[in-house]
């Protein structure tokens, strides 16, 4: 079993930057793409960047795109976002996910992730 630990969300002004990780336990050999996701109160889940094993693609939601880092520590299990120039907009649960063993590639579908963490709560304030 995967398990994923977010940390990093938090309130932050218009403009600012926060940076959410995310550790994956408990497979620790395997190859798999991973991304994150977010929901904000009556929306629907959207994609909003993934990242594939070897760490040298990523994708980007267009809302994000020049603004938003996504990239994969050295041990690969672990998954970094990096929001600059962040808007009132950005306001949501970021969640990590990960995809199961030997899907390496990224999809912006979120049933073709298998696994998710709690979610972190980002709150940009206007």
């Known amino acids: 079993q995967v398990r994923l630990v977010e940390s990093g969300g938090g309130l932050v002004q218009a403009g600012g930057s926060l940076r959410l990780s995310c550790a994956a336990s408990?497979?620790?050999?395997?190859?798999?793409?991973m991304g994150w996701f977010r929901q904000a109160p009556g929306k629907e889940r959207e994609f909003v960047a993934g990242?594939?094993?070897?760490?040298?693609?990523?994708y980007y939601a267009d809302s994000v795109k020049g603004r938003f880092t996504i990239s994969r520590g050295n041990a690969k299990t672990t998954v970094y976002l990096q929001m600059n120039s962040l808007k009132p907009e950005d306001t949501a649960v970021y969640t990590c996910?990960?995809?199961?063993?030997?899907?390496?590639?990224?999809?912006?579908?979120?049933?073709?992730?298998?696994?998710w963490g709690q979610g972190t709560q980002v709150t940009v304030s206007s």
């Open positions: 990242v594939t094993w070897s760490g040298a693609s990523t």
């Open positions: 408990g497979r620790t050999f395997s190859s798999y793409a």
């Open positions: 996910t990960a995809r199961r063993e030997g899907k390496t590639t990224v999809t912006v579908v979120a049933n073709g992730y298998d696994y």
